[in-house]
């Protein structure tokens, strides 16, 4: 059974960068990893995904060009690199986990994902 651990949610200014990252126990090489976000009152959208083993990457539009998802194999660990930040990016952000295979494109959609961390909250103020 994979865990999650996420790191590195704070407070920041509009135009400030975050970097978050998730700790992975257990065998992942064959899983696509998802960052996803959800506001108070809000449905839960995804973010960023990341195949471990190819690192093919899939993004929300609404961070294109802001965010970057990439993966250290050596550590186990996916990071959410956060640039440019606006107020709306306040959440909580989660990281989570499926099988998807030897390759493939990842999901950005909640319904294929399994595993989930605990979260970590950012706020970005004006």
């Known amino acids: 059974q994979v865990q999650l651990v996420e790191s590195g949610g704070g407070s920041v200014q509009t135009g400030g960068s975050l970097r978050l990252s998730c700790a992975a126990s257990?065998?992942?090489?064959?899983?696509?990893m998802g960052w996803f976000r959800q506001a108070p009152g809000e449905e839960r959208e995804g973010v960023a995904s990341?195949?471990?083993?190819?690192?093919?990457?899939t993004y929300a539009d609404s961070v294109k060009g802001r965010f970057t998802i990439s993966r250290d194999n050596a550590d186990n660990t996916v990071h959410l690199q956060m640039n440019s930040l606006k107020p709306e990016d306040t959440a909580m952000y989660y990281c989570?986990?499926?099988?998807?295979?030897?390759?493939?494109?990842?999901?950005?959609?909640?319904?294929?994902?399994?595993?989930w961390g605990q979260g970590t909250q950012v706020t970005v103020s004006a």
């Open positions: 257990g065998y992942i090489s064959n899983r696509c």
């Open positions: 990341i195949h471990v083993r190819t690192s093919t990457t």
């Open positions: 989570a986990t499926y099988v998807r295979g030897w390759a493939g494109v990842c999901s950005i959609n909640r319904a294929a994902y399994n595993t």
